[in-house]
């Protein structure tokens, strides 16, 4: 919902299905005020029990969150999906581009031009590997350059679509590349799959301030709307030369980077991924990083991250299944 730039932003909107809705003292000034207060908003969205439904037969959804653009959101989702697929050929993962304005994942994953196809069941998703696929707005697109200029119920309607109509299957695995910051599409993901369970977040930075700052913005909206964070991933923490092996830091981090943030605000700290250019070349050709260049210095820290998100997977499913009994 709208909100003053004048009124204090920790004041957020209390939600459409509250019995404060148009109604609390944070709602002043909102244009849907009106429309909120008349109860009108608050009948329950079935689009939230079709997800339910069309999800049960996911075991883990994880969102990939960033408080700020061009931290390397998509890469680290290709490169998590990828190495998640590598680890088992009979685990399936799949991801969901839900960056409706700029989706990347079709080209970062090397799908770009395929075609979705439906049938009974739902969309098909695109499958880049036997056991990963992808569904993304870019494969609804006449053209890769074509805009989406979308208002947010519109965005809303194709994320509801994403997660109740696509015949996903049985997968171990969803992961749901988001775009920069905490709006209409966050919201929208969050209220879909609060019955059919988030996993948790992982949470992308780079060492330097600027982004650390608005990190801090994003795990305190998992805190508020009751998404478990797994961790956070520092990307592009360092350069390692090729040739030399030296080390160089490109985004120093004057404030101790993602490691002493996450310390701070008692997340856990996933690892840290240097920053390699072939890594880069790979994305935009759509080439499987993890094979390409196996011996980069990046590869060996995804390795250890991927455990630690599994393991923490593995942990938290461990215990719902005891709470559930």
């Known amino acids: 919902m709208y909100l003053p730039m004048h009124r204090n932003v920790s004041a957020y909107c209390p939600g459409t299905t509250s019995e404060d809705a148009g109604k609390a003292s944070m709602c002043a ?15 329950p969205d079935p689009g939230i029990a079709l997800v339910k439904e069309r999800l049960s037969t996911v075991k883990n959804k994880i969102l990939i969150l960033s408080g700020k653009g061009g931290v390397g959101k998509s890469t680290v989702t290709s490169l998590l999906s990828r190495s998640l697929a590598a680890t088992n050929p009979d685990i399936n993962v799949a991801v969901l581009d839900i960056d409706i304005c700029g989706p990347s994942q079709p080209r970062v994953l090397g799908v770009l031009g395929e075609q979705v196809h439906q049938s009974g069941s739902g969309w098909s998703p695109v499958y880049v590997e036997d056991n990963l696929s992808l569904m993304s707005i870019g494969f609804l697109l006449a053209s890769p350059n074509d805009a989406v200029i979308w208002r947010g119920p519109k965005k809303n309607g194709m994320i509801r679509q994403f997660l109740s109509e696509v015949d996903w299957g049985s997968l171990d695995y969803l992961i749901l590349d988001t775009p920069p910051g905490t709006s209409d599409e966050h919201l929208s993901v969050t209220s879909y799959l609060k019955d059919a369970g988030i996993t948790g977040a992982i949470i992308v930075t780079t060492p330097q301030q600027v982004a650390l700052l608005d990190v801090r913005k994003e795990i305190d909206f998992c805190r508020k709307v009751n998404i478990p964070i797994l961790g956070v991933i520092e990307n592009m923490s360092i350069f390692v030369c ?13 404030t101790g980077g993602g490691r002493a943030m996450a310390k701070q605000l008692n997340v856990e700290f996933l690892g840290s991924l240097p ?8 994305c935009d050709e759509g080439k499987n990083f993890l094979t390409e260049v196996p011996e980069s210095p990046t590869i060996f820290k995804l390795q250890e991250i991927v455990q630690k998100i599994v393991e923490k997977c593995e942990e938290r499913n461990e215990n719902f299944q005891v709470n559930s009994t």
Do not use: H, M, W, Y
């Open 29 to 43: 000034g909102c244009p849907n005020q009106i429309l909120c207060a008349s109860g009108a908003t608050k009948q």
């Open 275 to 282: 920053l390699d250019p072939l890594l880069t070349r790979c």
């Open 242 to 254: 090729p040739k030399c092996k030296n080390a160089v830091e490109i985004f120093p981090a004057s």
